[in-house]
Every structure is written in C-alpha cells, then in structure tokens.
C-alpha cells in the first residue's frame, strides 16, 4: 500500500485521488464515487481502469455547491437538472 500524501501537497496540487477528495472535504467515498457515476462530479481518466482524477479547486468547489443544495432539500436529480443548467450558462 503507497503513503499516503500529506494534506499540504494534497492542497498544493491540481489533480486529487477520490480517497484524498473525500480527506479534504470530509466527504463518504460511497457519496463522491455516487456524483461521479450521476456526472455531476467531473474527472478525468487517462485510460479505462486508471485512477480518475479531479481537479482539486474545481472538485472542492463542485462538493461545496451539492452539500448547500442537499442541505436546501434537493434530491440529487434535481441537483444534477440545477448543474446543467448553470453549465449551460
């Protein structure tokens, strides 16, 4: 099993792991793998099978607007309908 990186070059980074998404956003790796398969969390992927990787500001940022958004009652499809249409934007 590799080391883990420190939460310094985790912040220090431009591209983040899911594992070290859900350390820095106090996030359910079940919840963030759950919005990556509904596409309302973006990664990028070099190759099948290759470990996804998330653009840490955008990432944080895109966490942020879905918690406020549950907390404000939405379901998730309706937070997925909310995103594309400020993508759209």
Not at 26 to 55: C, H, V
Request: hydrophobic fraction near 30%; avoid cysteine; aromatic fraction near 8%.
């Amino acid at each position: 099993m590799s080391r883990q990186r420190s939460i310094e070059k985790i912040l220090k980074s431009e591209y983040i792991t899911i594992g070290e998404l859900v350390r820095i956003t106090n996030s359910r790796y079940s919840t963030l793998k759950f919005y990556t398969e509904e596409a309302i969390l973006p990664f990028e992927q070099e190759d099948e099978g290759l470990t996804r990787r998330f653009k840490r500001e955008a990432s944080i940022k895109r966490i942020e607007e879905i918690k406020e958004l549950k907390k404000q009652g939405y379901r998730v499809d309706e937070i997925k309908e909310l995103l594309i249409e400020v993508n759209k934007k």
